[in-house]
C-alpha cells in the first residue's frame, strides 16, 4: 500500500473531521441486503488493491454460490465450513461447532492483519446463540491492527457490538417477496 494512501494520525482539522485508519461496521435488522451490502463494499475495497477476507458463520448450502464464485475470482480469501476450517463436532452441536471454528479462523486472520477487510457474515446468530463468546469478539476487534476494517452482518447484531461499532445500519423490512410466497429468486436472494 502507498505511503500516500495512509494519512497519519492528523490532529483535527479546522471542520473537526478526522481520518480513520479503518472502522467496523455493522449491517443488521430483519429486512433483506445486509450480506449484499457487505460483499458490495468488498468490491470497492478490492478496486484499492485491498486484500479482503470473507468468513461465514452459518452453512451456506446452494445457496450464495453466485457471490462465493464471483468474489472468488476476485481474489477474495473465502472460509466456510468445510473450506477453510473444519471442526470435531464429537461433542458438540454442530452448529456450535462450526461458529466456534468460523470465529478461531476470524479471529486470526483480525490478529495476523494481512486483510484489510473482514467480512464476518452472520455471526450475529453465534453471538445470539452463546456459540461465540461476545465479550472475546469485542476484544479482538477492539485490539485488531489498525487498518483492519471489519463488516458484521447478521439479525439482531449484539449490543456489545453495536456499541464498539463506527458505522450501524439496520435493514428495516417493508416488503419481501417471500411475503407473497415467492421463492428465493436465484441472482437476486442468492
Ligand atoms: P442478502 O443476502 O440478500 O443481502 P440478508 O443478508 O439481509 O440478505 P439474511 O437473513 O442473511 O438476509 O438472508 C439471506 C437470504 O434470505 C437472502 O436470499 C434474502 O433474500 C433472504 N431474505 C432476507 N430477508 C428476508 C426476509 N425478511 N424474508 C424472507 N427472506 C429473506
Ligand atoms: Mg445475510
Given at each position: 500500500m502507498s505511503e500516500s494512501e495512509i494519512p497519519s494520525e492528523?490532529?483535527?482539522s479546522e471542520d473537526g473531521m478526522r481520518v480513520a485508519k479503518s472502522l467496523v461496521l455493522v449491517n443488521t435488522g430483519h429486512g433483506k441486503g445486509k450480506s449484499t451490502a457487505a460483499f458490495g463494499t468488498a468490491l470497492r475495497a478490492l478496486a484499492l488493491g485491498w486484500p479482503v477476507a470473507v468468513v461465514q458463520?452459518?452453512?451456506?448450502?446452494?445457496?450464495r454460490v453466485g457471490e462465493e464464485s464471483m468474489l472468488r475470482k476476485l481474489g477474495v480469501d473465502w472460509f466456510a465450513e468445510g473450506d477453510g476450517f473444519t471442526w470435531d463436532s464429537e461433542n458438540l452441536d454442530e452448529s456450535a461447532a462450526l461458529a466456534g471454528a468460523a470465529w478461531e479462523k476470524a479471529k486470526s486472520l483480525i490478529d495476523h492483519g494481512a486483510h484489510r477487510l473482514i467480512i464476518l457474515d452472520e455471526i450475529s446468530y453465534a453471538l445470539t446463540w452463546k456459540w461465540v463468546d461476545t465479550d472475546d469478539v469485542v476484544s479482538v476487534i477492539q485490539h485488531r491492527p489498525e487498518l483492519v476494517n471489519i463488516i458484521l452482518t447478521g439479525r439482531d447484531m449484539a449490543p456489545e457490538v453495536i456499541d464498539i461499532a463506527d458505522t450501524v445500519t439496520e435493514m428495516r423490512?417493508?416488503?419481501?417477496a417471500f411475503e407473497q410466497k415467492i421463492v428465493a429468486k436465484k441472482g437476486i436472494d442468492y
Open positions: 492528523s490532529p483535527l458463520f452459518l452453512k451456506s448450502g446452494d445457496w423490512q417493508i416488503k419481501h
